[in-house]
């Protein structure tokens, strides 16, 4: 089976190209990079093929993945930086990448008649409640561009392909990129004292692990809509926070705090982020590891 795999310098996209290696899989990575840009930890860097494509390029992208031919499409590539999408000069960019980009790949793998995985998130919905949103639910109200945009992604898939795996996943962490976890330890080797917003509620999802649960996805052809993030429960980021704290056996005071006394972000937050994923059980998929337990392979990944 060959797969190629779009955002390979992303948290994602990584871990899928090392997971197909490991299975003896021919994966083809992808970014916009001339060359490929990111971690070397992994069998990716020294072994698998790289093409630089501009997903938002109609037809560049045609031609890249007709020449290819492959058997799947695994779409990590997206614009993730929430807030600089609310900038008026970026919103178009963002539409052009999550959406217009997601489109491009659609209309190839139809012609194709190849599998795709696109990569949603939780965003899709309005974060209200506190019910976890089921995979079906039809409910999307997105609060910010982000959200928006990754919605019209979903739907260039659904309304063009039968053969799709769309797979919405939140507060993501892995080796090859920026994440909660970084950021958490970096900021606690300087301050005794971090507030951390206690009234979001979801849970993390280690790339590792969503990587082999992708990979077993296409293996079948059980399609449709899925929620995919770590077991362990729901929990808020202040939550998150003191559990990466007490395990990289830091020190830092964590103080709790609502989304409005903490201020400063631009584009509107969930606060209901939990995702139903029993979908993945009644399709026989595995469901993936308990966040504690993977926040400790990561610190150990990351060698902290």
Same mark, same amino acid.
């Given at each position: 089976?060959?797969?190629?795999?779009?955002?390979?310098?992303?948290?994602?996209?990584?871990?899928?190209?090392?997971?197909?290696?490991? =299975?003896?899989?021919?994966?083809?990575?992808?970014?916009?990079?001339?060359?490929?840009?990111?971690?070397?930890?992994?069998?990716?860097?020294?072994?698998?093929?790289?093409?630089?494509?501009?997903?938002?390029?109609?037809?560049?992208?045609?031609?890249?993945?007709?020449?290819?031919?492959?058997?799947?499409?695994?779409?990590?590539?997206?614009?993730?930086?929430?807030?600089?999408?609310?900038?008026?000069?970026?919103?178009?960019?963002? =539409?052009?990448?999550?959406?217009?980009?997601?489109?491009?790949?659609?209309?190839?793998?139809?012609?194709?008649?190849?599998?795709?995985?696109?990569?949603?998130? $939780?965003?899709?919905?309005?974060?209200?409640?506190?019910?976890?949103?089921?995979?079906?639910?039809?409910?999307?109200?997105?609060?910010?561009?982000?959200?928006?945009?990754?919605?019209?992604?979903?739907?260039?898939?659904?309304?063009?392909?039968?053969?799709?795996?769309?797979? =919405?996943?939140?507060?993501?962490?892995?080796?090859?990129?920026?994440?909660?976890?970084?950021?958490?330890?970096?900021?606690?080797?300087?301050?005794?004292?971090?507030?951390?917003?206690?009234?979001?509620?979801?849970?993390?999802?280690?790339?590792?692990?969503?990587?082999?649960?992708?990979? $077993?996805?296409?293996?079948?052809?059980?399609?449709?809509?899925?929620?995919?993030?770590?077991?362990?429960?729901?929990?808020?980021?202040?939550?998150?926070?003191?559990?990466?704290?007490?395990?990289?056996?830091?020190?830092?005071?964590?103080?709790?705090?609502?989304?409005?006394?903490?201020?400063?972000?631009?584009?509107?937050?969930?606060?209901?982020?939990?995702?139903?994923?029993?979908?993945?059980?009644?399709?026989?998929?595995?469901?993936?590891?308990?966040?504690? $337990?993977?926040?400790? =392979?990561?610190?150990?990944?990351?060698?902290?």
């Amino acid at each position: 089976m060959k797969i190629f795999v779009t955002g390979v310098s992303g948290q994602l996209g990584h871990d899928v190209m090392n997971e197909l290696n490991k =299975r003896g899989y021919e994966g083809i990575g992808s970014d916009i990079a001339p060359e490929y840009v990111g971690a070397s930890d992994g069998t990716f860097v020294t072994s698998a093929p790289y093409v630089s494509m501009d997903i938002t390029d109609k037809e560049t992208v045609e031609k890249t993945i007709t020449d290819l031919n492959p058997d799947v499409v695994v779409h990590c590539a997206a614009w993730t930086a929430v807030d600089m999408a609310e900038d008026d000069d970026k919103v178009e960019l963002v =539409r052009q990448v999550n959406a217009k980009g997601t489109e491009n790949i659609a209309l190839v793998c139809k012609k194709l008649d190849c599998k795709m995985v696109y990569i949603s998130t $939780d965003y899709v919905f309005d974060g209200q409640g506190t019910k976890p949103w089921e995979p079906d639910c039809k409910d999307y109200k997105p609060l910010n561009v982000y959200g928006q945009t990754k919605l019209e992604g979903e739907l260039a898939v659904s309304q063009n392909l039968d053969k799709y795996f769309i797979v =919405r996943i939140a507060w993501v962490f892995g080796v090859n990129g920026k994440n909660f976890i970084k950021t958490m330890l970096n900021v606690g080797k300087t301050h005794d004292t971090l507030k951390v917003v206690s009234d979001q509620i979801g849970t993390p999802t280690y790339t590792y692990d969503l990587a082999r649960l992708l990979v $077993d996805m296409i293996e079948t052809d059980k399609y449709g809509y899925y929620h995919a993030t770590n077991e362990g429960g729901y929990i808020s980021w202040y939550d998150f926070a003191c559990e990466i704290f007490k395990q990289a056996g830091y020190k830092t005071k964590v103080i709790p705090v609502t989304t409005e006394e903490y201020g400063l972000s631009k584009a509107a937050r969930p606060f209901n982020s939990r995702l139903d994923k029993s979908k993945l059980k009644e399709n026989g998929f595995e469901l993936l590891p308990t966040w504690q $337990d993977a926040l400790s =392979r990561y610190l150990k990944e990351i060698e902290y």
